[in-house]
């Protein structure tokens, strides 16, 4: 199956129609020559609505993290967006709840598999370092994300960009002071085309 014909079969995806609260709609972009996967948890309401990944303050904060604008961010051709859930889960009493598993388990490794350029993998919040890096099921937050950035590697974790995430990211400075800048090197060395240096227009 073609990845076009791939998505558009998630796109039309109704397994969990009866445990999601708003219906489902579906929300990942992807190309087979995106060379960055941001694997990412589930959508919210901002991007239930808008159907558009990171349509929010998250995102916002993400795309800081990576150094890149959103012509770059939402240009699938460099970048896949692939969330371990695709639709809006609902919401607990803490906040969003987790991804529906049926969602990775029916389409995750299909997928993979049609994204054969991948270079860079980040692993976007709890759920998604589980999928990607199970060896690192057991560790802490904060331990297999400066465990991974210091080893390095084809699958980077990051906590998820999310204001409720504040508190994390006020006790654990070294994320911002220093694996920011590596990953925004990293980026900057795949040499993405909208983020290569732009030749001046002749006058």
């Known amino acids: 199956m073609s990845l076009d014909c791939l998505l558009k079969d998630i796109r039309a995806c109704r397994l969990c129609e009866a445990e999601l609260p708003l219906g489902p709609r579906p929300v990942l ?16 309401t901002a991007v239930h609505a808008s159907g558009v990944p990171f349509d929010d303050p998250s995102g916002v904060r993400l795309r800081h993290w990576m150094g890149v604008d959103k012509e770059t961010f939402y240009d699938t051709s460099c970048i896949a967006i692939v969330p371990m859930g695709f639709c809006y889960p609902g919401r607990g009493a803490s906040g969003d709840l987790p991804p529906l598993p049926r969602c990775a388990d029916t389409w995750r490794e299909a997928l993979m598999a049609q994204l054969p350029n991948i270079e860079l993998t980040l692993a976007v919040g709890r759920y998604a370092i589980d999928w990607h890096l199970p060896d690192a099921k057991r560790e802490t937050l904060s331990k297999v994300v400066r465990r991974r950035w210091v080893e390095g590697g084809m699958v980077l974790p990051m906590p998820h960009p999310s204001p409720r995430n504040n508190l994390w990211l006020a006790k654990n400075p ?7 800048p590596a990953l925004r090197k990293r980026i900057t060395a795949l040499a993405l085309p909208a983020v290569r240096p732009r030749t001046p227009r002749p006058a």
């Open 174 to 180: 070294w994320f911002e002071q220093d694996v920011v």
């Open 29 to 44: 972009r992807a190309a087979r020559t995106a060379r960055i996967l941001v694997a990412s948890q589930a959508p919210g």
